[in-house]
Structure formats: structure tokens, C-alpha cells
């Protein structure tokens, strides 16, 4: 009988037998972990916690920064907000204004021929064309109000110092024969116009408010006031008795249309002395007010733009949009003769009265409005003026 022969090789047992007993990392059937010495945690509890408690790291490892947070620091340690509204509260659809010049924005075919008291349609006296007025409120649409401008150091300190002077808007010699006007001293303005002079509107050469020259902590009111003394007018038609030549004293936010006397369209405001009414953003027939200018008179117009009140929704009197109250007072010889308020009441449905661009927010120029003959010196400094506050 033959040996029994060897298994085939792939019958064989394997080469490498499994050790005995269960895998290194368990020790029996159930599983139980490896002991400590093989592999154990390092002892006590992780670097971020003392326990199970949870306790934070001795100040002596990483400890936060001594003091509250920035966002908890004490309203003492804060910065107080600068003055004027900021950038983010501007009306983006505002453009920057030029260097200063109240006349800058004007195109040149532009210079081309209490319960509030009922406004009228038409002034009694002299009253503008209907193509004027239609093509000044074209103008106006077109032509948005100015942001205040941020002025040079030597520019604010002539605000100061009542340094100011009216300037005559550009225009064709044509236009220019009809007005002469000097500046014989500081502050002072002496303008004479011929019986053919048409609306014209003379403006300061810089604002005598600005919302960024408001610098006091907390903001106090501000007055801004100048006066006209009338040297001469020319006498009424003797046919109708009508006036034949005016002024008219207010201010105004720049731009302005320099062929309508201010009062009759937005960002501006006046009395008028053909006809002793007042007008705001009106080219209707105004408001009656006092009574007709002649000459002799000196006649002056102020305004006081005082901080929104605490009771203001919003408290930060240099945001815009905090309603500050604002006030006009007119004067006539040295005494005052009314006034009125800006954010007084109207009639729903009147469509006039819009006080954008008189709340404190835009530059305020000095406007003086004239048409046909007259002679008259406008004086912005107190040492000339016979009001005395």
C-alpha cells in the first residue's frame, strides 16, 4: 500500500498562525478597554478645563484682556459724535457743491428774460409772468439743493466775522446796465438798480448758516440776521397807483433761479415789501404779514435754528432727520414786527409751504430780491444794524 501523500499546497495550513487570545485591544468578550498603562490619557483634566465643573484657566494661562469688552465700555470712555450730520444721513441725490459760489449752479439760458393765515393767489401789486414762474419751477426739478459745503478755515472765520457781501448773479451786459452795486466796507453791500431792472435776485457771496459750523457741545440755538436800509424807490404809476419798483429780504439754500425773487420757490423764504406779504417756497400771493415798504425804512429778517427738542423720536440733534424747530422774526426801525414758524401749519391740500432746505440742514445764503428802481444798503454786520437784540 502506497504512503499517504502530502496535501496539496493550497490544503496546507497557513504559514503564520493568530497569536492566542482575544486582540490587544480588548481583553475579553465584553470589551472591556485596554488598561491604563497601555495607551491611557494623560492624567488630569484638558488644558481648557480644571474639572468637571468646567472651570476656566488660571488668569496665569492665556486670560482674557482686563476691562470689558469694547462694545460694554463705560459711555464715559466714548467719543462724542462730530458735529453736523454725517455722510450716511446726506440725501445721496444731493450733488457736492463747487468752491463756494452761490451762482455756480445757474445755466446760462437761465438768465434769459398758530392755525396758519389763508395764502392768496396773486399779490394786490406787481406779480410775475406765468412763463417765469413755469420755467423757475423747471429749474428748480432740475436743479437739486446743495449739501452744506465742508469751508476752508479762512472762509469760516469771514462767516465769524460777519465778512459778508451780496453778489449780483452773471449776465448779459444788457442785464448787468441795470444794477450798480459796491461794497464800501466790511459787511456792507450799497445796490442801486434802474426802473428797467426785471426780478432779479441777489445772493451773499457765502452761507451765514452752516449746519457743519455747528461746533458746541451740546448745540446751542443759532441766530443768523441782516438788515436793508431803503435809500430810494421810484414812485408808484400814477395811473394805477401800482408800485413800480420792490424789495424783498429773506434767504435762501443754493442754488437758487436768479430771475424770482426768493420766497416763491423751494429752499427759500422772504417778506416782500411791494406788497408787506411773506412767502415760503410761494409764487402764489403769499401770506399777510406787515405793511408795505417805503423809503426810509430800514427793515431786517432773522432766523433762530435751535437743537431738536428731547422729546424728539430721535435725540441726536446732528442726525438728519431730528425736527429742529425754527423760527423767522422780521423787524422794521429797530423793533421787531412778527414773525412766524417755519414747521407751522398749512392746508393739506396747498401746494406751497415745502420748508425742505430751511430746517438746518443746508447752507443759508442772505437773499435780496428787486425789480425796477431802487437804492438800498444791506448790512451784516451788528455794528450798522438798528435792531439791537
Not at 470689558?68 to 467719543?79: E, G, L, M, N, T
Not at 429752499?267 to 411791494?274: E, I, Q, R, Y
Request: glycine share 8%; hydrophobic share 25%; aromatic share 8%.
Amino acid at each position: 500500500m502506497n504512503a499517504p501523500q502530502a496535501p496539496p499546497p493550497s490544503d496546507a495550513p497557513p504559514a503564520y498562525q493568530p497569536p492566542p487570545g482575544p486582540p490587544q485591544t480588548w481583553q475579553n468578550e465584553k470589551k472591556q478597554p485596554m488598561s491604563d498603562s497601555e495607551y491611557a490619557p494623560p492624567p488630569g483634566p484638558p488644558p481648557t478645563w480644571q474639572s468637571d465643573r468646567k472651570q476656566p484657566m488660571p488668569d496665569s494661562e492665556y486670560a482674557p484682556p482686563p476691562g470689558p469688552p469694547p462694545s460694554q465700555a463705560s459711555s464715559k470712555q466714548s467719543y462724542a459724535l462730530p458735529p453736523g450730520p454725517p455722510p450716511s444721513h446726506n440725501n445721496p441725490d444731493e450733488p457736492e457743491p463747487p468752491p463756494y459760489d452761490p451762482w455756480m449752479a445757474v445755466p446760462d439760458n437761465a438768465l434769459l428774460p398758530p392755525p396758519p393765515s389763508m395764502f392768496e393767489e396773486r399779490s394786490p401789486t406787481a406779480n410775475a409772468t406765468y412763463d417765469d414762474a413755469a420755467r423757475a419751477h423747471a429749474w428748480c426739478r432740475q436743479t437739486p439743493l446743495w449739501r452744506p459745503q465742508r469751508l476752508p478755515p479762512q472762509t469760516l472765520h469771514r462767516i465769524k466775522t460777519s465778512d459778508i457781501h451780496l453778489t449780483a448773479p452773471p449776465g448779459p451786459p444788457t442785464k448787468q446796465k441795470n444794477i450798480h452795486i459796491l461794497h464800501p466796507s466790511k459787511g456792507t453791500t450799497r445796490i442801486k438798480t434802474t426802473p428797467n431792472c426785471p426780478d432779479t435776485l441777489f445772493l451773499s457771496d457765502l452761507p451765514l448758516y452752516t449746519p457743519l459750523l455747528t461746533t458746541s457741545s451740546p448745540p446751542q440755538p443759532q441766530t443768523i440776521y441782516y438788515e436793508l436800509k431803503i435809500l430810494s424807490l421810484t414812485p408808484p404809476n400814477r395811473r394805477t397807483g401800482d408800485p413800480t419798483a420792490g424789495i424783498a429780504l429773506g434767504f435762501a439754500a443754493p442754488p437758487y433761479p436768479p430771475w424770482r425773487l426768493p420766497g416763491w420757490h423751494r429752499g427759500s423764504l422772504a417778506v416782500h415789501g411791494d406788497d408787506g406779504r411773506r412767502y415760503t417756497d410761494n409764487s402764489f400771493g403769499g401770506q399777510d404779514f406787515t405793511s408795505p415798504f417805503k423809503t426810509g425804512d430800514t427793515v431786517g429778517i432773522g432766523m433762530t435754528i435751535s437743537p431738536a427738542p428731547p422729546s424728539n423720536p430721535n435725540p441726536n440733534p446732528n442726525v438728519q432727520g431730528a425736527i429742529r424747530a425754527v423760527k423767522v422774526f422780521f423787524t422794521r426801525n429797530g423793533r421787531r414786527d412778527g414773525g412766524w414758524d417755519v414747521h407751522e401749519e398749512r392746508d393739506r391740500e396747498a401746494d406751497a409751504g415745502d420748508v425742505r432746505g430751511l430746517e438746518g440742514w443746508h447752507d443759508l445764503c442772505a437773499a435780496v430780491g428787486v425789480f425796477g428802481g431802487a437804492e438800498f444798503e444791506v448790512r451784516m454786520g451788528r455794528e450798522g444794524w438798528a435792531f439791537k437784540a
